[in-house]
DNA sequence: AAAGCGGATGTTATCGATAACATTTCTCCG
DNA sequence: CGGAGAAATGTTATCGATAACATCCGCTTT
């Protein structure tokens, strides 16, 4: 049959049920209105045709999707990729698809394409993983009557904003170190135009000056093993280094190796602090100290921001700092 | 001014070109039948007011989106990961949305459910990254009217489907380890419903057959470095296990490590070979020997074939399988 | 020069939902 | 018991694109 073919569309629901199409519209829609008797023969209706509303029908007419566009680079680091499995899970769970446009920089005209390709598909909202300074600029260009959050963005931005506070994390980390009894503390930071980086490097600074100890320079790397491998080489190199704070569990790798080719032990010799807590970090030689992100707590946070947005909701808070935890596992070790 | 807010139509830009809304349709549509002249005006206009075409009525009239459905597991970890931001990168550009929908198990009811939600949205086509036999039956249930390609699914389902081949690259990491001088070599495995898993146990088991050497008996785990740890530390009290092959590199992690506090130096008195290359792998004690696959071939691959399959293209074949790659270090020595 | 043809363009119907308004049916109360 | 007002339902317009068909025009063809 051709009939067959084609899937059920409203009216032959209503038909069926013996009512109009929209009385069948106000079921979809729980729209109160409707009769109890009613609203069960629609029910069943749809259920015996298998009806499935057709969504581009409703978002032409309302001029709004189901569909939500996230902006992330490509990339399969951890903190990144965890954010965007644990976002689309949060907006599933909220009756939401998720469209997502990775992207290879980000710089301005490769997010401004990605956002145009969001904005073609009328995205309900957009969430914007926007990790470095130069996304900044591409993204006024977004337009002001779509919903956007942002993960990880400039904290000075005044706009709505969800990240995990770097600083706090930082200073957990370094304070641990210290307390440990290390005079002060090295840092290897990430990429210094990425703001998680920045945090970092800042609650590192100001926790080292407070105590009253030397700031040894920055030492800053990409996020990853090979770099830390790098940096660690110099760094075993130096007896002075006994404690060293990493950007995050890759770099912290590939210095654990570093330091043990050349015959320093972690954490007798050096002790080291990563962040991230990647699942394997807790089995690394030694296993790994280092600072967590609650990615799930942000991606939720992210999307109610989106939802109040698109409510249009004044009582929604419009930044979310989501606090880090330190997990204390073996590399760190009080001084020789 | 209330006009300025809403975007605009096809009618607008028709109107500022002075022809019909049609005409502006063959344009955006590369329709042969339109004079240059008329082409130019209307692609003028198109660029003065900024117009984007309504993704949303293309839907509903073509019955078909711009958007390609991937199904996968919630999952981190390095191999669907990168497959999925490859995959949306080939998707890009080609000029495709991707929406993500995953999922936490892949079990009947879940990926139903995803796969409804994708249909919802009248996806284009669909990707199910399918790598657990359970995923079978649900997938029993996509309409056949809908193109779908599977990566790293049944491989004797008959559906369209990109895999990596397993069995190659576990032949290869045994083999190495064999031609290395090792009597025998111990596996530990993936989840065993995993087909990956399935691939490279039949590919360990054969290379071993082959070479007339004994078949240790099988240890399977889950793909975490906290069960290879577990799993190291009994291999590590056995002193006649001098080679073994790991489902991937973070069992491979745990392992190095459940060695090395026993005692056991890796390469000489053990060797390992891991599968996946993560971008740390080079960077573990010792550095890793590993298998790489090359997920960007395969996404590229599943999308060539998803295009082929939404062109009615009876000339593109079903089934891609591509190559895996060892990458050898330093974790693979002769036996002592 | 009339017929015929194909290229260029316009007109109208259509997809499947929601919005806005119209109508019918209850229910309650004086 | 009649009428007001709310509840339940139906009717029609609409979103913005493409499909199908209609028309117009300029040329070739005989």
Do not use: C
């Amino acid at each position: 049959m051709d009939k067959a073919s084609r899937s059920p569309a409203m009216t032959d629901v209503a038909r069926l049920a013996g009512v109009s199409h929209q009385t069948v519209s106000r079921v979809l829609n729980d729209h109160p209105n409707v009769k109890e008797q009613t609203r069960i023969r629609v029910r069943a209706a749809i259920a015996e045709l298998g009806y499935r509303p057709n969504r581009a029908a409703r978002a032409l007419v309302t001029g709004r999707s189901q569909l939500i566009g996230v902006v992330a680079r490509n990339s399969t680091l951890y903190g990144p990729a965890s954010m965007l499995t644990e976002f689309e899970q949060a907006a599933a769970d909220a009756g939401f698809a998720v469209s997502v446009g990775s992207v290879r920089e980000l710089d301005r005209s490769s997010i401004s394409a990605v956002v145009d390709r969001h904005l073609d598909q009328r995205v309900a909202g957009l969430v914007v993983i926007a990790n470095v300074a130069s996304a900044a600029e591409a993204l006024a260009e977004i337009p002001g009557d779509v919903p956007v959050v942002f993960i990880d963005g400039d904290p000075a931005s005044g706009r709505p904003l969800v990240t995990v506070d770097q600083v706090a994390g930082a200073r957990a980390a370094t304070r641990h170190l210290l307390d440990a009894g290390h005079e002060t503390v090295w840092h290897v930071s990430g990429p210094t135009d990425w703001f998680d980086s920045a945090g970092r490097i800042q609650g590192w600074k100001q926790t080292l000056q407070e105590a009253g100890a030397e700031v040894p320079p920055l030492l800053s790397a990409d996020w990853s093993a090979a770099e830390g491998y790098r940096t660690g080489q110099m760094l075993a190199r130096m007896p002075e280094v006994t404690a060293i704070f990493t950007a995050n569990d890759h770099l912290a790798l590939g210095i654990l190796r570093a330091l043990h080719e050349r015959g320093r032990r972690v954490p007798h010799d050096v002790s080291i602090v990563g962040f991230d807590d990647v699942p394997e970090a807790a089995y690394f030689i030694p296993p790994l100290t280092t600072v967590r992100q609650a990615f799930g707590d942000v991606a939720r946070a992210a999307l109610s921001l989106l939802l109040g947005q698109m409510r249009d909701d004044p009582g929604t808070a419009d930044q979310i700092v989501v606090p880090p935890q330190l997990i204390v596992r073996e590399s760190v070790a009080r001084p020789a």
